[in-house]
């Protein structure tokens, strides 16, 4: 995530909240750090999905050193719920889980295919193998 310096970004413009609310941006604006005057694209799906009193709000209630992960974490929500309303990002955790699951089908057809033309000895050897590399 950016990190601006004080009220302003690098170069002296308002954070994207306070751009988008058309306002001055304050000393203590609680937004400047994490959403300077370039990343406005980044923080504009946030009012929209969560409200931007709310989202002050949970800046406010958090340690500083948890504010930039949290910001990037309603980012990316935010982002994934517009695209997807209905599941938000679990239902991209949910395409990936069944891209997982496919891939681990065809790599078990796969297996059993090589089976078909390698010795029993040298699948029970390629098994063994195979463990031990997956082992952490």
């Known amino acids: 995530m950016e990190r601006g310096e004080g009220n302003k ?12 609310q058309r306002k001055k941006c304050e000393e203590d604006c609680v937004f400047a750090p994490y959403f300077l005057a370039e990343s ?12 931007t009193s709310n989202v002050g709000n949970i800046l406010k209630e958090l340690d500083v050193s948890q ?12 982002e994934a719920h517009v695209r997807d309303p209905v599941h938000g990002c679990m239902g991209f955790i949910y395409n990936l889980e069944e891209k997982l699951e496919k891939r ?11 089976a ?8 029970s050897e390629f098994m063994q193998n195979e463990a031990q590399h997956n082992q952490p």
């Open 9 to 20: 970004s690098l170069r002296g413009k308002p954070c994207a909240a306070c751009k988008q």
């Open 116 to 123: 078909k033309y390698i010795s029993p000895e040298k699948i």
């Open 104 to 114: 681990k089908m065809d790599v078990q057809r796969a297996k059993l295919e090589l």
């Open 67 to 78: 504010r930039e992960e949290a910001m990037k974490t309603l980012a990316y929500q935010a």
């Open 40 to 51: 406005q694209q980044r923080f504009a799906m946030l009012p929209h999905v969560y409200g």
